[in-house]
């Protein structure tokens, strides 16, 4: 399975361009679309729109890869999609250590769809940005918008 260009447009979306290096809210150096740097990997330059797209093609087959690796059911088009956004977002060891990934391999869907929601927070603190990005997640994941506020959110650090 692979990632449709409508998650792809959701993680560009999510992420913004930016063509010069910065700090995201974990402190690490980033450019692009999300992409995190790894030394000795530096743009002292900055990027343009094209290297960031090739960049975050690489960070999403990355997704991809570990998720094909921990899932163990099937899953649809959008339940993938919204998973590789989140691992592309907060990386597989946070999605491997989960209760989402748990539920997702005993077939609670419904149960997994609600866990997306959780992962909102930065710190104690809820995210606007992240919160946005976790409904259209649980919205990929399910095929409909979510109707209610999810249970007591879960301190993540994004």
Avoid at 86 to 98: A, E, M, T
């Amino acid at each position: 399975m692979q990632t449709s260009t409508r998650c792809l447009g959701m993680i560009k979306a999510s992420e913004g361009f930016r063509p010069t290096t910065y700090l995201d809210v974990n402190g690490m150096p980033t450019v692009g679309y999300g992409h995190c740097l790894v030394h000795p990997e530096s743009f002292p330059n900055g990027i343009n729109e094209q290297q960031a797209s090739r960049l975050l093609l690489a960070d999403v087959q990355d997704a991809e890869r570990a998720l094909l690796r921990m899932v163990k059911v099937p899953l649809t088009q959008g339940q993938f999609d919204a998973l590789v956004d989140f691992v592309f977002n907060l990386g597989s060891g946070r999605l491997h250590s989960s209760m989402l990934l748990a539920d997702i391999n005993a077939g609670r869907m419904d149960a997994a769809a609600e866990q997306i929601l959780l992962w909102d927070h930065v710190g104690a603190q809820e995210n606007p940005g992240l919160k946005a990005r976790r409904q259209a997640e649980f919205e990929l994941f399910t095929g409909h918008p979510a109707t209610q506020q999810a249970p007591s959110a879960q301190s993540v650090a994004a």
